[in-house]
């Protein structure tokens, strides 16, 4: 509640009706003492009629003081009598009224009934009572409903007062943003780094996070009221996994297109060069000439038969099959990938085996990809370290999915953007295929790869595959 001013009205400048005291004060009497003084007050006419009565009938003066004493110690314990049969149900619905300003709706006024003033006042306050804890219960069960949906989101919700300071935050929100509700609570948005979401509009698209794939969420936003102070009421959806399956399939489509178009020109191609260098024994035994066609036909052949597969390699990504789930031994699976890198040192950190629940031919391609793709980093002429070409695997279990890390010596990252774009390659004679197979194999196991420059000290790269640890 707010403070009052001294000239009646509240901070924020609105008027407020000044209330009239009902109980006691300086200049009048309480209820109680009013009503005691009426009632004695209306013994003085029967106690004058008495000792009227007394005089005339000529009574003894000592029996007089008697029986007028007797008069007054009797009215002032029937006064004290009705008194107590008036204050007492007052103080009662008092008490009941005191415990519903509490919020404690367990007591209730007793013996009330119909056609009489107070039972009716006590039968009403109960039903108010009742009323109020019934509202209470379902408040109670509603902001019950209210966490435990909040707490279940996957998406985050966060709220904003006027001045920008953060007042609400789920789960999900303590999750994509690394906050912590005992720590973030009360700081203003441009503390917790999250000024961006308090100028974006409605439905817009932002992206928060840093590194090859920051994700993309769509905000919606609203406005809600809080003991009358208007809060800006913020729901992030992940839109980043959408936005990339709409991205493969571009992908694919253009894939399809171009795979036909070019596969209908290199077929003739390729037939009209196996022809043309089985006649060349008919033309004339000029060394020359019959050497300048055959390489330029053998050209045509090599080059045809190159950008052939290169297509298929192309159509095998776009037509991954769905995963085969079953139980894997981690530990089995990457000592079997470490061994077939044979072109550089591949060391293998032991750790505590982890049975997951994947497709193992799919996974296991998906780390030949990496081991191969950190294998040709460390072995790139621009690598600054000295060191002998290696490649490290690791992996350890954090929360519900286990990290497979695989890092390398080489020069490291120079163009991140373009990591997980397919034809991208910084490679002689690579397809560009590599590292979104590997990605695409991750988020159909509902994990995801990630790629970076190497922080421990030393120049490289480190990739981790991130898989759920159960199927």
């Known amino acids: 509640m707010g403070s009052e001013e001294p000239d009646g009205t509240i901070p924020d400048g609105s008027p407020r009706l000044t209330r009239v005291p009902l109980g006691r004060s300086g200049r009048r009497l309480s209820f109680e003492r009013r009503l005691r003084l009426w009632l004695y007050l209306l013994g003085l006419p029967m106690a004058f009629l008495c000792w009227l009565l007394l005089r005339q009938y000529s009574v003894d003066p000592l029996e007089q003081c008697f029986i007028l004493l007797a008069l007054v110690l009797g009215w002032a314990f029937a006064v004290s009598i009705l008194m107590e049969q008036i204050v007492r149900p007052l103080q009662t619905l008092a008490n009941v009224v005191a415990a519903l300003r509490e919020d404690d709706y367990s007591f209730r006024a007793r013996g009330g009934q119909r056609s009489d003033a107070l039972g009716d006042l006590a039968l009403e306050v109960n039903r108010l009572a009742s009323t109020l804890q019934g509202r209470r219960s379902g408040a109670l069960e509603a902001m019950a409903l209210v966490e435990r949906v909040m707490r279940s989101m996957q998406s985050p919700v966060l709220a904003f007062d006027p001045e920008g300071r953060l007042r609400l935050l789920n789960a999900a929100s303590e999750r994509a943003f690394g906050l912590r509700v005992q720590t973030a609570l009360g700081y203003s948005a441009t503390q917790l780094k999250l000024g961006e979401l308090l100028h974006v509009g409605d439905d817009d698209v932002i992206s928060l996070g840093r590194g090859p794939q920051p994700v993309r969420w769509v905000v919606k936003r609203t406005t809600f009221r809080l003991r009358g102070i208007p809060h800006t009421l913020l729901v992030l959806s992940d839109v980043s996994a959408a936005l990339r399956e709409e991205e493969r399939l571009a992908w694919e489509r253009l894939i399809r297109v171009l795979g036909h178009e070019i596969n209908n020109s290199l077929t003739p191609i390729k037939s009209i060069a196996g022809s043309l260098r089985g006649r060349l024994a008919a033309l ?98 621009d690598a600054i370290d000295g060191n002998e070409a290696h490649v490290d695997i690791s992996w350890q279990t954090t929360g519900a999915e286990v990290v497979i890390a695989i890092l390398d010596n080489g020069p490291g990252l120079t163009n991140a953007g373009n990591l997980f774009v397919p034809f991208y390659t910084t490679k002689p004679g690579g397809t560009g295929i590599g590292l979104v197979l590997a990605q695409q194999i991750a988020q159909a196991h509902r994990g995801s790869v990630q790629l970076a420059n190497r922080t421990d000290g030393h120049t490289g790269c480190k990739a981790d595959l991130r898989l759920p640890l159960a199927g």
């Open 284 to 381: 004339s035994e000029v060394s020359g000439e019959k050497g300048d066609f055959e390489r330029g036909l053998e050209v045509i052949e090599n080059r045809s038969e190159s950008l052939n597969r290169f297509l298929q390699a192309y159509r095998q990504l776009m037509g991954l099959p769905a995963p085969k789930l079953g139980e894997v031994s981690l530990a089995g699976l990457v000592e079997r990938v470490a061994q077939l890198e044979r072109r550089v040192a591949v060391t293998v950190t032991p750790a505590t085996d982890v049975v997951l629940q994947i497709d193992g031919d799919h996974i296991e391609q998906a780390l030949i990809n990496l081991v191969r793709n950190a294998a040709d980093a460390a072995l790139s002429p």
